[in-house]
Structure formats: structure tokens, C-alpha cells
């Protein structure tokens, strides 16, 4: 019985390993494309005087009194043509000031239509689908309330739906305070892998670019074609992503289309987001997979990258289950010669946050953005790794307890930490 | 002690790696974000617009100044002459041959001698240059631009209203209401039909035959030739090369990833972006006077005489003027060797949605 169990765990934690250096080999991949490959051109340097489709801006608020205002100022400012644009930011079962500022911008300003939940599901899923029936637009762009748009970001995103596979649109977000605290710049470092090197090369390798729920945009037809978002999912840009893909659809980035966020402050607040984002995925996984794979439309090679990213936050559950097995193994004396420091290599060099990018991939994205000097807090993503380890970790475990038992995820809001206007 | 000795070291050489990290958070180097331009916008009069404000703080002293500003009411420079300081002109400007201009503000229009050599022109009224003109920055006219042949149009060369362009011109980004190259001028009179929603989809490369009209797009996996005289009413994507044999036309939207080749009196009526080259032979017609166009070519821009282009031209790796009689362009492209398509090749197709 001991033998059998310390057999599956050898075979576990080899199993395991393998999986880590496909993902060490993909990321290495992306990372030498980046760096070394001709890139492929996006749709920022087009530029266009008229004909411009309409474009609905969402903005889904669940008490953001302390950003709505930033939001829609610069959602006004925006040098996409007024009379071409609708501006919906959704209050969603907001209890503090957010419907006042709404209602006194749609006074003041007619391109605002504000949207007010106060029955049905809470939740950004839900509040999407009630906008689209709301929109104008041919094309919708979506916003979180913390981001503010410089000026000509709508057009560059819009600009991407001159190619008529393209269904989803996706820019850049930059952390807007990364010297706050040690998260803030972990975060900070996160982003750069996830967007300068992750993104841009599975745009430039035409893999699968991830439609990120922010900063984005998609047609408003396809989405209703596909039947509006499913507010069972946390994760809907993952959704939003693998639906589009099996029915033929592209997804574009546009790495120059930049956009400040608000990175969470607080390590609390952080584990949630990351615990919600690796749930969401993981309900994804479970849900999209086999429609993704077995649809005519995805090249073998963007099948693969999608299989991988799909599973990509599964891995801290199956790090940190392999992580037990290891010691186990090492306190029984059966830890086979060289299969645990593989996979402590393997996780070491694997470890970073949020996209789970390498190390290298971060410091090559820090090095294109002109920002070496913060190669040197690259040996912090250690702290990081651990806690999103066990925050992602929990995630997945509740996705698959979501499916097991049929249950609905509630909603979890991001505090904010900007001060008011 | 050896035992606190040893973990002492160990804990000091497990910290040594976050050392550099915590000093550098420590003295608050690097604080501020990745910049993020909040009032970027693009627009093609972009440069013009920049050296404007500039000279406009120059005059009324809010900037500096690099060497003497100088305002006249108008110039007229001889022969070989060199100006490089910063020039308004408030009149009409005209230059010999061979005269050399650093930054230079003509609020009146101007005549450029042959040959002569500018950083960079912005222009309220009319220009005209002649042959061998050489621009290291950019022109930006607020009226109509007319370029000599032969010609080095820098960065940008932007014209408010019509901009032409003479054989053997190089250039990289274009911008004129139309661009047209010098020849028999052609004006697009019909409206540009509505785009269908549906598309023809093909996995491999398609041949459509001549004379037809497709009431849908088109997506195509391959290379994707358009038999002569036929018409495609909606988008076009393509992931090897689009041939537009002669007279065909495309109303919709075209995205390239490899290049595209007009093989002679053409039109296009949307936007184009192509990852590769773009070849433009004669007769040809990008945008309509009705509609401002995007065109984005990430290789090389290849105009024949007798183009027309309403909108923006960004040639990332440069573009030329054919010369007059010049047949690089046929070998090149090895345009004989296209046969046109036959009926019976738009069976592989499919329908998407």
C-alpha cells in the first residue's frame, strides 16, 4: 500500500514536472519572439477621418464613488468622435454615492446613459449583458471604473476591427502606481511579462492573444450572436476569449493602445483578486475546453497555446500538491536522484505572479519598456510566487467544487484605493 | 557557535539576491510609472501642428530660441544660398536652385527651386517644388503641395488639400486630399456600396474569375487573386498575397498579411493594412473624395504614374515613384506569369457567418 502510494506520487510530481517545462519551454518561446522575431504589425498606425463604426463605452461600477468621477472625465475626453459615441457606465447594486455622480454626469453630459441595477444576478457578466441591450454601438468597449483612458486609446482599439476575422480587441494596462509598496511592484513587474512579452508575442506568433476584460473591446452582434456573456463565470474575458476562438473568431492586441490601472495596495485585497481571477479561469477550463478543441476554426498551434493557457492557473494547485508529495517523498527516503531539485528548478524558474511569466520574460519586458534598473527586484518574485501559490491555488480548488456541485460564484468587487475627486 | 556561524552565513547569503531589490525600493529610484501619453491622438498634421505651437512660443518669446529668429515679409534666396536658423515668412517665398533651409515657417505659400534641401516646410497656403527636392523631417502645407520629380519627402509630407507626387519620389508617410501621381487624373464618382455581413471562406488559396461580383466578403487562407474586371461588395482578409488583376474592385475593408498587388486600374474603397508590400500599378484608385482612408503597408510602397489615394499612406519601410517607362515593377513582380482565373476555380469555398 506505501510502495503503490509513494509509486503515484513519483509519477505525480514527474508528471507534474513535465508539465512545468512545456510551460518553462512555451514561455522561453514567447520570450526569444519578443525579443528577437520581427513583429507583426497591429492597427495603431492606421489612422481614419470619418466612417468611423459607433462605439458603446461600458464601464460596470459596483460602489465606485471614489473613481467614477476620474473615470468619466476621462471617458469625455477621448478623441473618438462624440456623435459616433455612447457611454454606459453600469451601476451595479451600488449602496454609496455612485448613482448621484452618474445621474449628474448623464445631466450634464447626453453621450452618458447611465445604467442602474438594483435586482437580477450583481456582477460583471450580468451587468454586461444588460448593457449590450442597452448599446448603439457596433462596437463595445469596455473599461473597469479604475481606468482612465488617454485620448486617443478608443480609436486605436476600434481601429483593430478593420479586419473582419478580428471579433475582440485588446490593449495594454500599466500599473499607474508601481512605487507605492513591494506589491505595487511585483504587480507592476506581472504586468510588463503578461503584456509587453506574453501578449505581443502570441499576437506576433498569431496564437491566441487574450481578450482581458479591460482595456478591450468585441462586436456587439458576435457577442449577442454567441448569446451574451454566461453570468455563471467569473472569468468572463477568458470566456469571452475561448467562445470567440471556437467559433472563428480573432482576438486582436494592440500593444501601444496603453491604459493606467489601479494595482491593489493590499496583499488582502490582491488575494482575492487573484483567487477570483484563478477561479474564473479554472470554470473556464472546465467549461470551454473540448468546444474549443474540436471547433474547425483554431490552427493545431493555437490549439495547443490555448490548451496551455487554459490550464495556465491550474498550475499552482498542481505545484503546490506536488510541493507536498516532494516533501513526503523526501521524509519517506523516495525521492528518485535528480527529480526533486528538477522540480524545484523547474518552479523556481517558472515562479512569478499573476500570468505566471518567468523571470526571463519579465526582464526582457522591463528592458523593452527602457526600465532595466528594475531588473533588480526581479529575485522579489519569489514572495510572490509563494502567495499566489496558495491564492490561486484556492481558486482552482473552489472552480472545481463550483462544477462538482453545481454551484453559482458570487461576485467579489476589487477595493479601490485612488482618493476621491 | 559553529552551528550559529553556519546559519548566520546561510541567512546572509539567502538574502544576498534580495539585497539589490530592497535597496533599490529603499532610495525611491525609478518611482514614477511606464509613461503613458494621456493626450496622445494620432494625426497625420501631427508634425506640423508641433512646429507651429513651437514657433508661435518663439515669437511671443515663451521659447527659446535655437540661433536668431528671423521674420520677414517675404524671401527670395539665390542661387546656392543656405538659411539654417528658424525663418517665419509672412509673404511669398521663393527659392533658387540648390538653397538649403533648416526650419522654415511660410505663412504666405512658396516656390522651391530644383534641388533644393529643407528640414522641415510648414506652409499656410500653397507650395510647390521642384525636381531632386530633399526633405530630412517632414512638409506640412495647409494647401495644396506639389512635389517635383525625383524627390526625398523625409518622415511625412502632409497636404490639407491635394498632394502630388512626380515619378522617381521617395516617401514614407503621405497624407493629401486625394494624394494623386502625376499623370491622367482620375475622380471617383460612384458611392461606395454597403458592406455584406456574410463572407466567402476558403482554407487555401482562391481564385476568383473575372467579370463576377461577390455580394460577400471575402476570407482566404491563402493568396487570394481577383479575376479582372470583378467586383468584391465587403471585407477582405488574406493570409498569403491578394492580387487585384485588372478592373478589379473591392468595397469593403482589405487586411493582408502578405502583399498586395493592383495590377492596373483598380479600386479599393476601405481601409487597407497589409503586413508585407503594396504595389499600386497605374489607373488605379485607393478611398473616394467622400471618404478619408487608412493605409498602412509595413513593407514597401511601390506607386505607378497615375495613382490616385484619398487618406493617409504609412509606408513603414519607405515607398517610391515609379519613374516614368520604368518596368521593374512588371519584373518584379513577375505580373505576366498571373493567369486569370477560370469559372470553375470558386468551388472551395465555404460560408461564414
Known amino acids: 500500500m506505501v510502495l503503490a502510494l509513494i509509486f503515484l506520487m513519483q509519477t505525480y510530481v514527474t508528471l507534474v514536472t513535465l508539465v512545468i517545462v512545456v510551460y518553462i519551454v512555451r514561455h522561453l518561446w514567447f520570450t526569444l519572439a519578443r525579443v528577437m522575431l520581427k513583429q507583426r504589425p497591429s492597427f495603431q498606425d492606421m489612422w481614419r477621418s470619418a466612417d468611423w463604426p459607433r462605439v458603446t463605452i461600458v464601464i460596470p461600477m459596483h460602489n465606485e464613488e471614489l473613481v467614477a468621477e476620474h473615470a468619466l472625465n476621462a471617458m469625455l475626453n477621448v478623441d473618438y468622435p462624440h456623435e459616433r459615441l455612447q457611454v454606459i457606465p453600469i451601476n451595479d447594486h451600488s449602496s454609496d454615492a455612485t448613482m448621484h455622480i452618474l445621474n449628474d454626469f448623464a ?47 478608443v480609436r486605436m482599439l476600434v481601429q483593430a476591427f478593420t479586419d473582419p476575422e478580428v471579433g475582440a480587441v485588446m490593449g495594454r494596462v500599466v500599473p499607474q502606481n508601481p512605487s507605492k509598496n513591494l506589491l505595487t511592484r511585483l504587480l507592476d513587474l506581472e504586468r510588463s511579462g503578461g503584456y509587453q512579452v506574453d501578449q505581443q508575442a502570441r499576437h506576433a506568433l498569431d496564437l491566441i492573444p487574450q481578450y482581458g476584460g479591460t482595456v478591450g473591446g468585441f462586436r456587439r452582434k458576435v457577442m449577442q450572436g454567441l448569446g451574451g456573456f454566461d453570468p455563471r463565470v467569473l472569468a468572463e474575458d477568458t470566456d469571452l476569449t475561448f467562445r470567440l476562438y471556437a467559433a472563428g473568431w480573432k482576438v486582436a492586441y494592440v500593444n501601444r493602445a496603453e491604459c493606467y490601472e489601479e494595482a491593489p495596495e493590499d496583499w488582502g485585497v490582491r488575494y482575492r483578486q487573484l483567487r477570483r481571477w484563478a477561479r474564473g479561469h479554472n470554470q473556464v477550463m472546465l467549461r470551454r475546453t473540448w468546444a474549443f478543441l474540436s471547433s474547425p476554426y483554431p490552427t493545431k498551434l493555437q490549439k495547443f497555446d490555448g490548451a496551455l493557457l487554459l490550464a495556465v492557473y491550474l498550475q499552482p494547485l498542481l505545484i503546490l500538491t506536488s510541493l507536498v508529495c516532494c516533501l513526503l517523498l523526501f521524509m519517506l527516503n523516495a525521492l528518485p536522484p535528480g527529480l526533486g531539485l528538477t522540480w524545484a528548478a523547474g518552479t523556481i524558474a517558472y515562479s512569478a505572479v499573476g500570468n505566471l511569466a518567468p523571470f526571463y520574460q519579465i526582464g526582457a519586458a522591463n528592458v523593452l519598456d527602457g526600465m532595466g534598473s528594475r531588473l533588480l527586484l526581479l529575485p522579489m518574485t519569489i514572495v510572490a510566487f509563494v502567495f499566489n501559490m496558495f491564492a490561486a491555488s484556492e481558486g482552482a480548488w473552489q472552480a472545481i467544487q463550483d462544477l462538482v456541485r453545481n454551484r453559482d460564484a458570487q461576485w467579489e468587487k476589487t477595493v479601490r484605493f485612488k482618493e476621491k475627486v | 557557535m559553529r552551528t550559529a556561524l553556519i546559519l548566520l552565513v546561510f541567512a546572509l547569503l539567502l538574502a544576498l539576491p534580495f539585497l539589490p531589490g530592497l535597496l ?6 525609478d518611482e514614477l510609472p511606464l509613461h503613458v501619453d494621456p493626450e496622445y491622438s494620432r494625426d497625420p498634421l501631427f ?15 515663451l521659447a527659446a530660441v535655437n540661433g536668431t529668429l528671423t521674420q520677414q515679409d517675404r524671401a527670395d534666396m539665390s542661387a546656392q544660398s543656405e538659411w539654417l536658423t528658424p525663418l517665419i515668412v509672412s509673404g511669398t517665398t521663393r527659392t533658387a536652385e540648390q538653397v538649403q533651409l533648416g526650419e522654415v515657417y511660410l505663412r504666405g505659400g512658396g516656390l522651391l527651386g530644383n534641388e533644393n534641401k529643407v528640414g522641415a516646410i510648414i506652409a499656410d497656403h500653397d507650395l510647390r517644388a521642384g525636381d531632386r ?103 477582405v482578409k488574406v493570409y498569403g498575397d491578394l492580387h487585384l488583376l485588372h478592373g478589379a474592385h473591392i468595397s469593403g475593408n482589405v487586411v493582408v498579411r502578405g502583399s498586395i498587388v493592383l495590377h492596373g486600374n483598380n479600386k479599393i474603397q476601405g481601409h487597407v493594412h497589409t503586413e508585407k508590400n503594396l504595389f499600386v ?32 499612406l504609412v509606408a513603414d519601410r519607405g515607398g517610391r515613384v515609379l519613374q516614368s517607362g520604368e518596368t521593374s515593377l512588371e519584373r518584379e513582380l513577375q505580373l505576366s506569369t498571373v493567369s486569370e482565373p477560370s469559372a470553375a476555380e470558386l468551388s472551395n469555398v465555404g460560408q461564414k457567418g
Open chain 1, 107 to 153: 445631466e450634464r453630459h447626453p453621450l452618458i446613459t447611465p445604467l442602474h441595477r438594483d435586482g437580477g444576478n450583481r456582477g460583471k457578466p450580468s451587468g454586461l449583458n444588460d448593457a449590450l441591450a442597452l448599446a448603439t454601438g457596433d462596437i463595445i468597449v469596455v473599461f473597469d471604473a479604475d481606468y482612465e483612458p488617454p485620448r486617443g486609446l
Open chain 2, 281 to 312: 500599378a497605374s489607373g488605379s484608385i485607393l478611398g473616394g473624395p467622400q471618404v478619408q482612408l487608412s493605409f498602412y503597408v509595413a513593407g514597401r510602397t511601390v506607386l505607378a504614374p497615375n495613382v490616385m489615394i484619398h487618406g493617409y
Open chain 2, 47 to 61: 508634425f506640423g501642428e508641433e512646429l507651429r505651437q513651437k514657433y508661435q512660443e518663439m515669437s511671443s518669446g
Open chain 2, 24 to 29: 533599490f525600493m529603499r532610495r525611491r529610484r
Open chain 2, 133 to 235: 527636392l530633399q526633405v530630412s523631417r517632414f512638409l506640412d502645407v495647409r494647401g495644396q503641395l506639389i512635389i517635383g520629380a525625383d524627390s526625398n519627402l523625409g518622415v511625412s509630407a502632409a497636404s490639407t488639400a491635394r498632394l502630388t507626387l512626380q515619378p522617381g519620389t521617395v516617401f514614407q508617410r503621405l497624407y493629401g486630399q486625394p494624394v494623386v501621381v502625376e499623370g491622367q487624373t482620375l475622380h471617383l464618382t460612384d458611392p461606395p456600396p454597403s458592406v455584406g455581413d456574410q463572407y466567402l471562406w476558403a482554407r487555401d488559396s482562391l481564385r476568383i474569375p473575372k467579370n463576377q461580383v461577390l455580394t460577400d466578403g471575402v476570407i482566404c487562407h491563402g493568396a487570394l487573386y481577383i479575376g479582372a474586371d470583378s467586383t468584391i461588395l465587403g471585407d
